[in-house]
C-alpha cells in the first residue's frame, strides 16, 4: 500500500463530450491514499463520468491521468484499469442473480485447477476471507438473488477488495440501506481507510458525510469548482458551491392549492408485504410512500400499477372505480410506473393491441 496522504489519482484537464453535450469541461481532480473524498455535485454535474473515465468505461476527450504515478494513455479499458488497483461500485448493482455469492465474486476472473476445470472449493474459500475481512456474515454459496439488496451491496464491495483494489469508488452506495446497514458500511470503509486504500465516495445525503470524510471535491455543470476539507467548511457552504447560489432556506414552504380528488386506493391486499393500504391523491400534491428496506414502498406501487396480482382492494379515478389486473390495464387508465430498477416486460401480443 502507498504511504497515507500520498496522491495516487491524479487528473488534470479532463474533457469528455457526448453528442450535443459537454459532461466534463477541463476537470481537475486528485486522491489521496487513507482518504475518503467525497465527490458532490448536482445531477448531471458530471460526478459519473469523471468517475467512468477513471475505471475505464468512457475514453477522455482531452486532459492527462496518473494513477500510481504512471502515467495511462488513452485507451484504458475496465480491465486495464483493474490492473492499476481501480474499481468501482456502480450505483446499480451489477450481479448474475442465479450465481453463487463466490461465482459473483469472481466473475470473469474465475480460478481453475490445471486441467482447466472450474475450482470452485478455492473460490468459495477466497471468497470467506474477503468476507470475513469485511466481518460480513454471508455464505459463498449462497445464490445471490436470494440476498437482500444490502446484502448484495456487500458483495459487490467484497469483488472489489478481492481484485486487490487500492482506489475504490462508491456511487450512491447507502441508496438502498437502512440505517444500521450504513453504519456497518462505514465501519468497513473506515477500516479500508486504515488500509491506506483511497476512498471516492458519491452521494446525495450530505448528512452522512461528517462520519467519514476527509475532503469533498465539488463539480457544477461539468466543470471543477473546488476541493475543501470537510472540517473547514460547512454544509450550506458545500450546498452553495453545488447549486452556483446561497440558500437562505433548505426547506422552503410553498403553499399549492389542493384540487379535486384524482385518484384512490382503498383497502389494498397484496402478498406478504401489502396488507390494508389506503391512500388518496389530490390534483396538485405529491403523496410520499416511505418506509425502510422491505417495508413494502415498491410491492405497493407495483400491485396498483398490476405488475404484481393483488388479492382484494378497489382502484378509483376521478371517483369511478377501475379495475387493474395487469400493467396494460393501467396504462390504458392513464396510471404509470417510472421505475429505478430494472423495467418491468410487457408481452409484445398486449403491445400490438393498443
Known amino acids: 500500500m502507498s504511504e497515507k496522504g500520498q496522491t495516487i489519482v491524479r487528473m488534470k484537464g479532463i474533457s469528455k463530450a457526448f453528442p450535443g453535450v459537454k459532461a466534463l469541461d477541463q476537470v481537475d481532480f486528485d486522491l489521496r491514499s487513507g482518504e ?3 465527490l458532490l455535485g448536482e445531477n448531471g454535474a458530471g460526478k459519473s463520468t469523471l468517475m467512468k473515465i477513471l475505471s475505464g468505461v468512457y475514453q477522455r476527450d482531452e486532459g492527462k491521468l496518473e494513477i500510481f504515478s504512471q502515467d495511462v494513455e488513452v485507451g484504458m479499458g475496465p480491465r486495464r484499469a483493474q490492473e492499476l488497483g481501480v474499481a468501482i461500485i456502480h450505483q446499480e448493482l451489477n450481479m448474475c442473480r442465479h450465481l453463487t455469492v463466490a461465482e459473483n465474486i469472481f466473475l470473469g476472473r474465475e480460478i481453475c485447477d490445471k486441467a482447466g476445470r472450474l475450482n470452485t472449493r478455492e473460490m468459495n474459500r477466497q471468497a470467506a476471507e474477503v468476507l470475513a475481512s469485511m466481518n460480513v456474515d454471508i455464505d459463498p454459496t449462497t445464490i445471490v438473488g436470494s440476498l437482500s439488496i444490502s446484502k448484495q451491496q456487500m458483495v459487490e464491495i467484497a469483488k472489489a477488495l478481492s481484485t486487490h483494489a487500492r482506489v475504490l469508488i462508491m456511487d450512491e452506495p447507502t441508496s438502498s440501506l437502512t440505517g444500521r446497514e450504513i453504519e456497518d ?39 471543477f469548482i473546488t476541493t475543501l476539507d470537510f472540517d473547514k467548511t460547512t454544509l450550506p457552504e458545500i450546498i452553495s458551491y453545488m447549486v452556483g447560489r446561497d440558500i437562505k432556506e433548505k426547506y422552503p414552504r410553498i403553499e399549492t392549492p389542493k384540487g379535486k380528488k384524482v385518484f384512490e386506493v382503498k383497502n389494498l391486499h397484496a402478498g406478504r408485504l401489502v396488507r390494508d393500504i389506503s391512500f388518496s391523491a389530490y390534483e396538485g400534491e405529491i403523496i410520499g410512500i ?17 405488475a404484481d396480482p393483488k388479492e382484494s382492494g378497489q382502484f378509483f379515478l376521478d371517483g369511478k372505480e377501475i379495475f387493474i389486473n395487469k400493467p396494460m390495464d393501467a396504462i390504458r387508465q392513464g396510471v404509470v410506473l417510472a421505475l429505478t430498477c430494472p423495467p418491468i416486460l410487457v408481452p409484445v401480443s398486449e403491445l400490438v393491441e393498443i
Open 185 to 223: 458500511l462505514f465501519t468497513i470503509i473506515r477500516q479500508l481507510q486504515d488500509e491506506g486504500r483511497g476512498i471516492v465516495y458519491i452521494s446525495h445525503r450530505l448528512e452522512e458525510l461528517h462520519h467519514i470524510v476527509d475532503r469533498v471535491t465539488i463539480l457544477r455543470d461539468g466543470q
Open 36 to 38: 475518503v473524498l467525497a
Open 290 to 306: 416511505a418506509g425502510l428496506v422491505g417495508a413494502g414502498r415498491t410491492e405497493t406501487t407495483r400491485a396498483i400499477f398490476g
